[in-house]
């Protein structure tokens, strides 16, 4: 079974950038579409962003868009989600996902 593993979170001010990273073990993503989810504090999970294995489409949340980037690299078994102009909105822990296993998730904290 696939297992995930998320990297890159940290603090950032407010129009700062991250990268994240998901690290895929046990198994070969490219056969799964592969996500981004976020949760903020006492808010649902939600969606941010997806990617197909090949060719590679992506999809991402209104919320996000023009701000947000997802891609892969499929031989390193990663999945990237880089973010732009970051707002204290998009403060969550940020979960990436086969739709069938989830990794622990990574936090990110914008401050204003």
């Given at each position: 079974?696939?297992?995930l593993?998320?990297?890159?979170?940290?603090?950032?001010?407010a129009?700062?950038?991250?990268?994240?990273?998901?690290?895929?073990?046990?198994?070969?993503?490219?056969?799964?579409v592969?996500?981004?989810?976020r949760q903020?504090?006492?808010?649902?999970?939600?969606?941010v962003?997806s990617?197909?294995g090949?060719p590679a489409?992506?999809?991402?949340?209104?919320?996000?868009?023009?701000?947000?980037?997802?891609?892969?690299?499929?031989?390193?078994?990663?999945?990237?989600?880089?973010?732009?102009?970051?707002?204290?909105?998009?403060?969550?822990?940020?979960?990436?996902?086969?739709?069938?296993?989830?990794?622990?998730?990574?936090?990110?904290?914008?401050?204003?």
């Amino acid at each position: 079974q696939v297992q995930l593993g998320e990297s890159g979170g940290g603090l950032v001010q407010a129009g700062g950038s991250l990268r994240l990273s998901c690290a895929a073990s046990g198994g070969a993503i490219i056969k799964y579409v592969m996500a981004w989810f976020r949760q903020a504090p006492g808010k649902e999970r939600e969606f941010v962003a997806s990617i197909s294995g090949s060719p590679a489409y992506a999809n991402y949340a209104d919320s996000v868009k023009g701000r947000i980037t997802i891609s892969r690299e499929n031989g390193k078994n990663t999945v990237y989600l880089q973010m732009s102009d970051l707002k204290p909105e998009d403060t969550a822990v940020y979960y990436c996902s086969n739709y069938l296993t989830w990794g622990q998730g990574t936090q990110v904290t914008v401050s204003s």
